[in-house]
């Protein structure tokens, strides 16, 4: 049966658009199908929501967290993010690590966060396979997928260097977590040419998941998404993306105000974060967040992230306005959580913009999402109610999963 609902009245802000004052988006079977006016067809027997008085934009893109994989207060028991075993770990998958009841989840709800790029950490030079996810609605987490090949984690400076320097092996300098990247892909590049020779004679070939990752990176089936930090770091891994041929996306990026030009001139997206953090390591001592303005002003198409749970995953929204207050235009800031990551993960058919045919992944705020007290009040991903409002005019309500079953919790 062909579900119809319609958000009508409310200040639209498609972002790939100019703003519609009282506009309607109409979404189909879980599908945006109209973004006008007024005068914009509302289907017979649509759910109406009457969104005046708030504004309706699409739901945010947290683009580089761990959300679900290190779990929010559980300790050892819920941080599955690094398996720093093998220093080449590019068979992992975030996805197998993925707690879907992590409380971060419906931390994200009340961010307006509604699709999360969930990535391993950064204690591997190459920490596997990440993952794009929608935050809410499904039974497992399966039922959440947007996309299961997205990129692949990688990470250059101190973090791989402490790892496996403390157990006195190779990589324990900067030298030898490059020369980690280069012999994977050589020998990924290896691989690929004797699986076509076998392919093409007919031949039996035996799969290797490690190889077969770094195959896809060199195919641009996966992007490379890069960890670093200092200027020499993002550097170096404009070198390796050269020298190999994968397309790179910066991730962190803490001093790319350093090289911005570069960046600018290559072409090679950031995404920028965490902020609320302190200067925990050497390689943060020149983080600011007035850097990423300056990044973007070089331009540089940035997005930004929390690394959540660095910084918890509601709190997105909080750094792109302590963004704006150094320097950063609204606009890219608002850009910096909706198109802009989709575009640079390759999520853009889907969501991170109010459009005819992508996900009506829809946010209702009680006003501008840039002004500190404005709140989410309701959330729709594809077009099913994620987040109501509050009947007791409390705090909005999210839609547990144990509704399915008419219970009003697990245990009762």
């Known amino acids: 049966m062909t579900e119809y609902l319609a958000i009508t009245g409310g200040h639209v802000v498609p972002v790939s658009g100019d703003p519609i004052p009282g506009g309607t988006v109409v979404i189909v079977d879980g599908v945006i199908t109209a973004v006008g006016g007024a005068d914009t067809v509302v289907p017979d027997g649509a759910r109406v929501v009457d969104a005046s008085g708030r504004w309706v934009l699409p739901g945010f893109v947290e683009a580089h967290g761990h959300l679900g994989v290190h779990e929010d207060g559980e300790g050892w028991s819920g941080d599955d993010t690094n398996e720093m075993t093998d220093p080449n770990g590019a068979r992992f998958r975030a996805l197998d690590g993925i707690d879907i009841e992590e409380v971060g989840f419906r931390d994200a709800l009340r961010g307006g966060v509604t699709t999360a790029v969930i990535k391993p950490g950064s204690g591997n030079p190459i920490g596997g396979r990440t993952v794009a996810i929608k935050t809410w609605g499904g039974r497992t987490v399966d039922e959440q997928l947007l996309a299961y090949d997205v990129s692949v984690k990688s990470a250059l400076g101190e973090n791989p260097k402490r790892v496996y320097g403390d157990k006195k092996q190779t990589p324990s300098t900067r030298l030898g977590v490059a020369a980690v990247l280069r012999e994977a892909f050589v020998k990924a590049r290896t691989y690929a040419e004797?699986?076509?020779?076998?392919?093409?004679?007919?031949?039996?070939?035996?799969?290797?998941?490690?190889?077969?990752?770094?195959a896809a990176v060199l195919d641009g089936d996966l992007v490379w998404d890069q960890h670093c930090h200092r200027h020499d770091d993002i550097a170096t891994a404009i070198r390796l993306a050269e020298e190999f041929g994968y397309r790179l996306v910066v991730n962190h990026g803490t001093e790319g105000h350093k090289i911005a030009d570069v960046l600018a001139e290559k072409q090679i997206p950031v995404i920028f974060g965490p902020m609320l953090t302190s200067r925990s390591k050497v390689e943060l001592r020149d983080r600011a967040i007035g850097n990423l303005a300056l990044i973007a002003e070089a331009g540089v198409t940035v997005a930004i992230t929390?690394?959540?749970?660095?910084?918890?995953?509601?709190?997105?929204?909080?750094?792109?306005?302590?963004?704006?207050?150094?320097?950063?235009?609204?606009?890219t800031a608002l850009r910096a959580l909706t198109v802009n990551p989709a575009a640079i993960l390759g999520l853009e058919g889907r969501v991170g913009a109010l459009e005819t045919g992508r996900d009506g992944d829809v946010v209702l705020w009680s006003g501008d999402p840039l002004a500190l007290d404005s709140r989410v009040e309701q959330v729709f991903i594809g077009g099913r109610p994620m987040v109501e409002p509050a009947d007791d005019q409390g705090l909005p309500r999210i839609v547990e999963r144990w509704e399915r079953f008419g219970r009003s919790s697990w245990t009762a």
């Not at 910084?311 to 963004?323: C, E, G, H, K, Y």
């Open 194 to 214: 004797k699986r076509a020779a076998a392919a093409s004679a007919g031949e039996p070939f035996e799969r290797d998941l490690t190889n077969e990752t770094l």
């Open 306 to 331: 929390t690394d959540h749970p660095v910084v918890p995953i509601d709190q997105l929204r909080l750094q792109a306005i302590l963004a704006v207050r150094e320097g950063l235009p609204p606009e």
